[in-house]
């Protein structure tokens, strides 16, 4: 749905205008707008330890990934590997992607940018996953 002028929307407006910053939980950490434009969105993703975020992939953007702090195994359609401070991810549309943080007691911090004429939490499809049925 279209919603540009939404109350949630212009909120979400006021809030970065005035550098009221507010995170969101999920069962794996929180995320945090920290920018927004036209064609771009700027996410910290806060993932906690041997958490995961769920197995997906998105029609209509494509994203970058730059990992701040704390180690993770990232999956990129069939491809495993592990993460740290200041690798980099591209995630191109319609490509399947998922993050596990492996450490047991440090948060993973990633720094998440979405790029798109259509940047919306809805366009997401996710699938089960298995990370055991991926190879390194």
């Known amino acids: 749905g279209d919603k540009i002028n939404s ?3 212009l ?3 006021y809030q970065h205008r005035h550098g009221i910053r507010h995170a969101q939980s ?3 950490g929180t995320f945090e707008i920290l920018e927004q434009g036209e064609k ?3 996410k910290l993703l806060t993932i906690r330890p041997r958490q995961n975020i769920s197995y997906q992939r998105h029609n209509e953007r494509s ?3 730059l990992v701040l702090e704390g180690t ?3 999956v990129l359609d069939e491809k495993k590997f592990e993460i740290v401070a200041k690798d980099s991810v591209l995630v191109p549309p319609m490509s399947w992607h998922w993050v596990k943080n492996i450490s047991q007691d440090q948060p993973l911090y990633i720094l998440e940018t979405w790029f798109g004429d259509i940047l919306e939490e809805s366009d ?3 699938e089960d996953f298995d990370e055991t049925a ?3």
Do not use: A, N, T, Y
């Open 40 to 42: 771009h969105l700027v």
């Open 7 to 9: 109350s949630s929307d």
């Open 134 to 136: 991926v190879s390194q």
């Open 26 to 28: 999920r069962k794996w």
């Open 124 to 126: 997401i499809e996710r």
């Open 72 to 74: 993770g195994l990232f």
């Open 11 to 13: 909120l979400s407006k």
């Open 63 to 65: 994203e970058q990934w």
